[in-house]
């Protein structure tokens, strides 16, 4: 489709390969053990992930530490989406491209990536994304962009609330780089747990008014940041 992102078509072309499947199912072993043992990861509500069928996985976003922390609590290749301003760096671009991350604008869904999420959706595939747009700077959730409104209207697939507590200590914004939380060590304030909450019908968002909408989602990932805050190590 010619109005489609090419980085997107390229990434929802790669998870359909038995190889990036193979690779996919080979890593996350050892994944899971590295933020386990890194940063006391606990994870719940794996089960409530859809294994198969389209779905809108919508996370709070605390840190870089979000995009694999969802793949490893969601056990299934997710179809990433990014601000284009963290592919202005070339390694970080590549990788995060290795993890599916494809460019938006960073106010909402370009009108260049909105068509060709659609239309994965409809085959079937798995997005995840962060409704506030960018890293908190402060720890807290933000309001979430108007775009993500527009997308669900669109879309009306099921939509999973992921809620993430520790990352942003792990790894705030304002810090260049992660301060592990290691599982043998006494507590330390990076430690990270991940809840996903059961899928819920996006058709009802749909009908209401945007500001509605928006608040109705909020309400529901924060509700799984709360108890994947309390699942924390302590």
């Given at each position: 489709?010619?109005?489609?992102?090419?980085?997107?078509?390229?990434?929802?072309?790669?998870?359909?390969?038995?190889?990036?499947r193979v690779c996919h199912d080979s890593l996350y072993l050892p994944y899971h053990a590295l933020f386990t043992l890194g940063f006391s990861l606990r994870l719940q509500g794996m089960h409530n992930m859809p294994k198969t069928g389209p779905v809108l996985v919508l996370a709070n976003h605390q840190s870089f530490l979000d995009p694999p922390l969802i793949g490893l609590a969601a056990r299934r290749p997710l179809v990433y989406l990014a601000r284009k301003t963290l592919?202005?760096?070339k390694y970080f671009a590549a990788m995060i491209g290795f993890l599916n991350a494809v460019p938006i604008d960073q106010d909402g869904i370009g009108k260049d990536g909105i068509?060709?999420?659609?239309?994965?959706?409809k085959l079937g595939k798995p997005v995840a994304m962060f409704p506030e747009g960018a890293r908190t700077p402060d720890g807290p959730?933000?309001?979430?962009?108007?775009?993500?409104?527009?997308?669900?209207?669109?879309?009306?697939?099921p939509i999973v609330p992921v809620g993430i507590a520790g990352a942003y200590d792990a790894w705030p914004i304002w810090r260049g780089y992660p301060i592990p939380a290691p599982l043998c060590f006494p507590f330390m304030k990076g430690t990270i747990s991940v809840s996903l909450g059961k899928p819920f019908d996006s058709v009802p968002l749909a009908k209401m008014p945007r500001e509605e909408a928006l608040q109705v989602l909020f309400d529901k990932i924060h509700a799984e940041k709360e108890r994947a805050e309390k699942?924390?190590?302590r």
């Amino acid at each position: 489709m010619s109005n489609a992102n090419p980085l997107l078509t390229d990434a929802v072309a790669r998870i359909d390969t038995p190889w990036f499947r193979v690779c996919h199912d080979s890593l996350y072993l050892p994944y899971h053990a590295l933020f386990t043992l890194g940063f006391s990861l606990r994870l719940q509500g794996m089960h409530n992930m859809p294994k198969t069928g389209p779905v809108l996985v919508l996370a709070n976003h605390q840190s870089f530490l979000d995009p694999p922390l969802i793949g490893l609590a969601a056990r299934r290749p997710l179809v990433y989406l990014a601000r284009k301003t963290l592919f202005r760096n070339k390694y970080f671009a590549a990788m995060i491209g290795f993890l599916n991350a494809v460019p938006i604008d960073q106010d909402g869904i370009g009108k260049d990536g909105i068509r060709t999420i659609l239309d994965q959706l409809k085959l079937g595939k798995p997005v995840a994304m962060f409704p506030e747009g960018a890293r908190t700077p402060d720890g807290p959730m933000h309001p979430f962009k108007p775009g993500v409104h527009l997308l669900i209207k669109r879309a009306q697939v099921p939509i999973v609330p992921v809620g993430i507590a520790g990352a942003y200590d792990a790894w705030p914004i304002w810090r260049g780089y992660p301060i592990p939380a290691p599982l043998c060590f006494p507590f330390m304030k990076g430690t990270i747990s991940v809840s996903l909450g059961k899928p819920f019908d996006s058709v009802p968002l749909a009908k209401m008014p945007r500001e509605e909408a928006l608040q109705v989602l909020f309400d529901k990932i924060h509700a799984e940041k709360e108890r994947a805050e309390k699942l924390r190590r302590r």
